[in-house]
């Protein structure tokens, strides 16, 4: 059914007239020019929105928070967290596949040489590589720092060899990891960390497309490397320095972004499950006319909108270089609950409908069952929010 985004025509959100229409272009973008039968389709076909893609690279989308001395449009992350919401309107998977990498390109833009940023960040802005990233292994998930595969520097090379696990994207055409690998032992595991470029077409690596509940279209993977060569010059920062490169600035930047998806996609559950119940009728009457279904709605905007206002502080603060740990915990997490919830109850208005895939909510709902234990579980985040909590 056709839908409108019923959060629009109210003032719950604060935001300026500018931030407001930013939205908005994202949102008619997705709707005009993608359309939600195109992301069914990638979803159904585990395809990655390549045409999607290149047409989000040539409106600029890519270059959004890359600073002007690099070539890119220097925005904020405020801005870029709604136009996360706004393409995540018909799935999580989309927002991540269109708008995923940027997160992972910011590390460039702090990090890379002036030469990794010519052969790597540019042609990203342009639309002709992607950046999935890699940090989890089968023994290092949530344990971040426990990563063992291992790069050693040989000659002007570093040789890596280990398994990497559940990266989303490694497979596709163009797509450069950006790998967390152990370089040293050393007394604290964090400190034998670093970050390497690894483009996923050099020999030695063995890429397998893994059939996950959701990540369908960007396709998540687990990675077999057996004496890899990867350039030296293809380090990125300082040997040692990437578990500060990842798990300190790139986290809380994927997680303002994933929790701004997730209030995305549950606001387009809520607006597709408030249509149905008004065209549905059982009974001689809308189902919509029924008080318990009522109800449900008015929990699940409620719900919603919650999560948008606690994930528009997180990235207002970050935007503003505020210290935000805790508060980038709290959206992850009530963000991606509220996406399990939500689905769920939508489910239940869909009824048999919402099963199939043209229904689109079994989409939705399969994704926010993801979305709890992707990018830091919830168990993680309230552990971060508690540790913040202490005097």
Known sequence: PAVTDISRNDSMNFLSEEQQAWKDSARRWVDRDV?????RKCDMDRAFPFEAYEKAAKLGFHSLL??????????DVFSYALLCEALSCYGVDFSVAIAGGIFTA?????????????RFLKPFMRGEIRFPISMSEPNAGSDVANVQTRAERVGDDYVVTGQKLWCSGAGNRGAVILMLVRTANTPDKRN?????????????MTIRPLQT????????????????HVPAANMLGAPGEGFK??????????????????????????DDALAYAQQRVQFGKPIYEFQVIRHMLADMQTQTDAARLITYRAADLAARGQPCRKEVAMAKLFA???????????????????????????????????????????QIQRTIIAQEMRV
Do not use: C, W
């Open 192 to 204: 034998g960390l670093s970050v390497l470029i690894v483009p996923n077409d050099l020999p030695g």
């Open 106 to 118: 910011m590390n460039l833009s702090l990090h890379g040489t002036e030469d990794q940023k010519q």
């Open 245 to 270: 490169i990842i798990a300190g600035e790139h986290l809380a930047l994927e997680r303002i972004a994933v929790a701004a998806s997730y209030v995305g996609n549950a606001q387009g559950a809520v």
């Open 336 to 378: 991606s609950e509220t996406l399990q919830t939500v689905t769920r109850q939508g489910m239940q208005i869909l009824g048999g409908y919402g099963m199939t895939p043209e229904g689109d909510m079994e989409r939705y709902f399969r994704e926010g069952m993801q979305s709890t234990v992707g990018g830091g579980t919830s």
């Open 66 to 75: 890359v600073p002007e001395a690099d070539g890119g449009d220097g925005g």
């Open 213 to 228: 509940l959701a990540r369908r279209s960007v396709v998540t993977t687990e990675i077999f490397l057996d004496n890899v």
């Open 35 to 39: 359309g939600r039968e195109y992301i």
